[in-house]
């Protein structure tokens, strides 16, 4: 191999493994895909309106930008706690409907609206979700897909967390838009940390993704539409309700 091409190579190689070593990482940048708080808003008002989001208060329901017609919340359990529930929401009109929901796990130390490499925790925010990908064969995704076994899990690790990576939703938190999961570019800087996915569950909490059932993962990835701009909408209770 031409030593140019070798570096080449070596060098993607590298940085999908460091990507994956340190997926369920994440830090705060719009080049990413945080929504800021500035522009048109979600319509959303009080409890029990069928028109508002439960549990989503005003600080981040007015990041939800207005042409966003699907919503994954994560609800976390506590500020230092691991356990979560997803939902997916759909709106018609201005009608937001529960459609879907799977117990799931965040980062095992909780989260946190300062999110570093590293700490454990995962970012409280609202992020777009525009690309997938995973190990195995694309289950029918209407995100762009990409299948390769560098997701694959080192074999290092425990071997329940073997097939965490099997399907990905990337959360754009510190990452470029229209790129492959795996791609390791962090916008913020390496310090902000990164690879913060929506995958798989293995039963306990995560480095600072979100984990839920194959089944879960398969019908978001069936149902994500890019057309309907989905957002993910995650905190611990407290802070989603402020």
């Not at 522009?39 to 959303?44: D, E, F, I, Q, S």
């Not at 117990?103 to 979700?129: I, M, Q, Y």
């Not at 293995?202 to 879960?216: A, D, F, R, Y």
Request: contains cysteine; aromatic residues 6%; charged residues 20%.
């Amino acid at each position: 191999m031409h030593n140019a091409l070798r570096a080449t190579v070596t060098t993607i190689a590298l940085g999908t493994l460091l990507m994956l070593l340190t997926a369920c990482g994440g830090a705060h940048d719009t080049r990413g895909g945080e929504v800021a708080a500035a522009g048109p808003t979600a319509t959303a008002t009080a409890p029990g309106n069928p028109t508002a989001l439960p549990g989503i208060g005003g600080r981040l329901r007015h990041r939800i930008p207005a042409d966003s017609r699907q919503i994954v919340a994560v609800y976390g359990d506590g500020r230092d706690a691991a356990g979560s529930t997803v939902v997916l929401y759909t709106r018609r009109g201005a009608t937001w409907t529960r459609t879907n929901s799977w117990p799931a796990h965040n980062g095992k130390k909780g989260w946190t609206t300062d999110h570093h490499e590293g700490d454990r925790r995962s970012p409280v925010g609202v992020f777009t979700l525009t690309d997938a990908g995973g190990v195995l064969a694309d289950p029918g995704s209407r995100l762009p897909y990409t299948r390769s076994a560098s997701f694959a899990a080192p074999r290092w690790w425990a071997r329940s967390h073997w097939h965490d990576f099997d399907y990905v939703i990337a959360i754009d938190y510190n990452r470029v838009r229209g790129t492959s999961p795996a791609d390791p570019t962090r916008p913020g800087g390496e310090a902000k940390g990164g690879g913060i996915w929506l995958h798989l569950d293995h039963g306990s909490g995560t480095s600072g993704c979100v984990s839920l059932s194959e089944e879960g993962m398969r019908h978001l990835l069936r149902t994500l539409d890019p057309d309907l701009h989905p957002v993910v909408v995650m905190g611990d209770r407290a802070a989603l309700g402020a």
